[in-house]
Structures are given as structure tokens and as C-alpha cells.
Nanobody
């Protein structure tokens, strides 16, 4: 499966952005989808994930501010980011892996497919 992210850009602190990740290849509904982010000089960190059954899980730093959703007919997963902070600035990556209906994954090693990333910059 190929993943392509879009929607990154520059936003002021307190603002919002919605990232999209569109998949091509195999049946999108077969995949558990995840979002990760990587700031300069740091590790690629888990942001959140959505299961095949639409359950969502989030890292503590983004809980209550970020929302993941998926649109299977459009082969797309979204990351809605609200109340953005300067520390949210990073390259955001979407990732995919196969799994059972309610499975979720928070580790990079659990994902087999990655997009190229999209830059999010938050000005203070």
C-alpha cells in the first residue's frame, strides 16, 4: 500500500490544521492506521491510531486536542489538530498495518507502511 499525506503548513499557536493521508493499493478497511510525528533531532513519536472498527487511541500530549477519523470509501484517514502548540511542530507521518478488527498499535515497529510525511509548523 502507498500512503500520501497532505494538509501540513504554517499555523499560529491556538490554531487548527487537518492532515489527510490517502492510501492506494489494498483494501483500505483492512488496515489499522496510525499517525506519528518527528521533530528535528528527536525520535519519531506516536500520536494516535484508529482501528479497523473506528476505535481511537492517542498519546497523552495530544489527548483532547487531536482527533483521528477514517473514511474507508475514500481510502483516507484524517488527523484533526486543534489548539496547536509550538511543541506540536514536526513532520507528521501516517502509517498502516494489517490487524484484527479491534487491534491497535502504538509502536513504530508495528507498522509496515509509511507515508513521506508532511511538515507542520506552529508559530508562537
Amino acid at each position: 500500500v502507498q500512503l500520501v499525506e497532505s494538509g501540513g503548513g504554517l499555523v499560529q499557536a491556538g490554531g487548527s490544521l487537518r492532515l489527510s493521508c490517502t492510501a492506494s493499493g489494498r483494501t483500505f478497511s483492512d488496515y489499522v492506521m496510525g499517525w506519528f510525528r518527528q521533530a528535528p533531532g528527536k525520535e519519531r513519536d506516536f500520536v494516535g491510531t484508529i482501528t479497523r472498527s473506528d476505535l481511537t487511541y492517542y498519546a497523552d500530549p495530544v489527548k483532547g486536542r487531536f482527533t483521528i477519523s477514517r473514511d474507508n470509501p475514500k481510502n483516507t484517514v484524517y488527523l484533526q489538530m486543534n489548539s496547536l502548540k509550538p511543541e506540536d511542530a514536526a513532520v507528521y507521518y501516517c502509517a498502516a498495518t494489517t490487524g484484527s478488527f479491534n487491534a491497535y498499535y502504538t509502536q513504530r515497529r508495528d507498522y509496515n507502511y509509511w507515508g513521506q510525511g508532511t511538515q507542520v509548523t506552529v508559530s508562537s
